[in-house]
């Protein structure tokens, strides 16, 4: 019965499994997903119910792919980052999980950047604080719901609520820490002068230790969920992003990760931690400890929506149904020319961080004429993502970020038209994960780092698989660079109208002002 780790990523529409052996073979997969609801329009929120029913349900798949031919010998954990969950008295759930997506804390935002300044806040926490992060999401519970503040007692990430179910151990590490914005970079442990200047008691938050620590075993009641024996080794883990590079290998500052999911991320590793002064994307602890030619850290640029926005092109807009709607929609696509013939996509469906951290961007098709159709509206959703990925890339690139290779991860990793948008508007060449689960395998490579059994680097490098590279085309990239340029002239002109639109999704009317 051949060893393996199991990783768990908790992402936000489902929960992966993956069964690994020592040499990077996956033996067993599965997945389960669950909802996000939007009891309002500024609103996201999840059940970590569901969180849990799908980790079993999930594990359960990757166990019965091995037949029980396997043995796991440690778990490790991913899972979406900045979000919210709040315990009471006896580990009871308060209330529904708030996650990234959530946008109703922007007031708070403005007040924790007005408390502690722009800059000292960046310096602490290597970033600027943003919706949906649990800074502002805790403050607003301060705010709005006080009472209910009151009877908090723990204050966790998703995945550390995930491992509290199968460990009862509650504890955190320093790269999901780094993403609530509480947590000093450099130090990689709870901001005391953060903590005091928005009155959160630190007894609140969870100890933290290494991501490769074993913080608890799992525990019968939890065992016998998934199908496991009780008391295997159950390591911190890692937010989705850190852990996504590690299972796609990308550990060095020579190449740059953008993960096409849900929302994109554009990160790149670093042997020091590099801010950007005026805000505009985020410098949070890696999964391993900084160290000699070791990448402690990552600079990373975030846009919101991704995969969101071919969702609801898909299901709302050109209501494709199927099994191969996606397939239908990309075929619909490669119809298109570049450009999507003068038709222009802002995908700012709900809000934007890098490079404009703002919650009240709205999306926008520009120049939509007769002619168009569903070729076109496809294709500039796809570029108006990959143009917003480029948007980031260029403040990680003012920060010094020079990457000469992709890595394109994510869901949108499967689609060839777009590895090669990725590509022609990068100038660089793209190589495309072989699969779309490298949070779950960086969970699981954790997890044998943990247990000793693994060298995180060494193991990052062979485990990683990649389809066939893919090249820029000059030409192309020639004409893109044209649309670079109108993409952000597109903005700046219609920010103050997206803001005014934005105001009445509340039912509230803008002022004549704006």
Known sequence: MPDCFLGLDLGTSSLKALLVDDAGRVLGRGAAGYSVRYPRSDHAEQDPDE????????????????????????IGLSGQMHGTVLLGDRDDLLAPAVIWADQRSWREVAEITARIGAERLIELCGSPVATGFQAATLRWFQREQSELWRRVRTVLAPKDDLRRRLTGVITTEPSDGSGTLLLDVRRRDWSPEVLAALDIPPELLPPVHPSTAVVGQLRPDAAAS?????????????????????????????????????????????????????????TFCGALPPGPARAGWYQMGATLVAGLAMRWLRDRVL?????????????????APVGAGGLLFLPYLVGERTPHMDPRARGAFLGLAARHGRPELVRAVMEGVALACRDAFAVLAEVGATPSSIVLAGGGARSALWQQIMADIFNLPVRPLATAEQSALGAALLAGTGVGRLDPIAASRAWARYDDPVQP??????????????????????????????????????????
């Open 473 to 514: 085309n000059p030409e192309r990239h020639a004409r893109y660079a044209d649309l670079v340029a109108l993409f952000r002239e597109a903005w700046t002109s219609l920010s103050a109208i997206s803001h005014r639109l934005s105001a009445f999704s509340d039912g509230d009317q803008p002022s004549p002002g704006g």
């Open 226 to 282: 998934l199908g496991l024996p009780p008391g295997i080794p159950v390591v911190a883990g890692a937010g989705d992003a850190p852990s996504g590079a590690l299972g796609a290998g990308v550990v060095e500052p020579e190449t740059m990760l953008v993960s096409l999911s849900t929302g994109a991320q554009v990160l790149v590793p670093s042997t020091e931690v590099r801010v950007d002064g005026r805000g505009r994307l985020h």
């Open 51 to 74: 969180w849990w029913w799908a980790a079993v349900t999930a594990a359960r798949q990757a166990l019965a792919g091995t037949d029980g031919t396997v043995t796991v010998v440690a």
């Open 319 to 335: 209501d494709v149904g199927g099994e191969d709607a996606d397939e239908q929609m990309t075929a619909w696509a490669a119809e």
